[in-house]
């Protein structure tokens, strides 16, 4: 029976590119694999696969009987609606421990770095398996999308260390220019449905029992959303209600500004006051330097709903 590993729903380059990796890695020890996906890829994701020639993974929407490896979550708000059916084998993430449990024992891979993928680079060599030259491409570029070309917050030297001997491998000598080709891709959003850039790297989190939702749209110039934007604010208030949830944040980061505007639809607002110390105005506030949610805002964003 082959084990299925999969990323998070809404999946991003990391999400795509770990699980295939993983894949790659465990049927060279032996094991059937297979890479899998929670829903259509995002236009950054494609542009990587298409630029290394590996072929998108399968979605998959049930585990029920399954075998699974996690990678990049390990939240049940961002699995499988049936994982309790399916039978966890490991998890490889690099966020905060999530609310998965197990009934038997399981390989984890859980690092504090800025990329699942990072962490797959060190499996391969635990393993002592060479990575493959359109594998480690993919790797790469996953890496430069949760770093955001090394200036996230997230970014620590493994990363940047596993770029370097990615890069060597996949042939690929100007990272900036890759990171940049690769943002601009993500970058392009006209004719986009509101509600598909709101979701296209969105998650729901459980904070002292309110569901919170969080998306985030990275672009090279915060000038490119200004046509989309008042869609956008209308659509996180209809997400809000539709799923009855407290809030939904949406973060428009301008990684060349390194900070992000974030919109606002909450029942409470001041929790953004708490959670920042900056009162928002029209719905929106300017994060000055903020550009990882997983570090700079969900937390801020736990804390100030605990207390
Ligand atoms: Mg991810
Ligand atoms: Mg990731
Ligand atoms: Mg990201």
Redesign the pocket.
Known sequence: MAVYVY??KNP?S??VCAAIALADLKSKIGVEAVPAVQGNLNPESNFILEKFGVSAPEIISSGAGKQVILV??SDLAQSLDDLKDAEILGIVDHHKLGDVTTSNPLECWIWPVGC?CTVLKAMYGFFGVEIPKNIAGIMLCAILS?TVIFKSATCTDQDKEACDVLAKIAGESDLSALGMEMFKVKSAVEGTPARELVLRDYKDFNMSGNKVGIGQLEVVDLSILDSVKPALAEDIKALKTEGGRHSVFLLLTDIMKEGSEMLIASDDESVVQKAFGIAPEGGKVWLDGVMSRKKQVVPNFEKAFAG
Request: overall charge negative.
């Open positions: 990323g998070h991003d990391d999400s990049d979550h699942t949760d």
